[in-house]
């Protein structure tokens, strides 16, 4: 009987505890309408802003996609055919020494060019961890 209410108690102040904690911690909802916002304002008056230095082009539009599997193979090193013997990982935790064993999931590189009249645009979207400064911005160091 001793030990239910101890128990009890326990349970009890760790209601209290929980009960208070919430209290603090949580807020009261915030019903003001979202277009009075602060946030909202700022965000509009930059969108404005954004719209004010915006362009029309005219012209033909062309569109083109394009997708690459850069996936690279393990086996004897002919870095040519994108053949090596060992690929470092990338990623969480320790990874001095390790290298690849085989391939789970291919990579890809992907591309939408658009072009209309004289002006075109490339979005690339690549597998790759790290993108080197030369292919992102098309200069050879």
């Known amino acids: 009987m001793k030990r239910i209410r101890g128990l009890l108690k326990i349970l009890i102040g760790l209601l209290a505890l929980i009960i208070i904690g919430g209290f603090i911690i949580l807020d009261r909802v915030d019903y003001t309408p979202y277009f009075e916002t602060n946030y909202y304002q700022k965000t509009r008056a930059r969108q404005d802003s954004l719209m004010e230095k915006t362009q029309l082009y005219s012209g033909a539009l062309q569109i083109g996609f394009g997708r690459v599997n850069i996936t690279p193979q393990i086996g004897k090193d002919d870095q040519t055919a994108g053949v090596f013997s060992a ?3 990338a990623g969480y935790g320790d990874r ?3 290298s690849a064993t085989g391939v789970h999931d291919s ?3 992907s591309v939408i060019a658009i072009q209309v009249g004289e002006i075109k645009r490339l979005l690339v979207s690549a597998d790759m961890l790290i993108i080197p400064t030369n292919l992102s911005t098309g200069k050879k160091k």
């Open 87 to 89: 690929v470092p990982l």
């Open 96 to 98: 001095k020494g390790a």
């Open 107 to 109: 990579l890809y590189v």
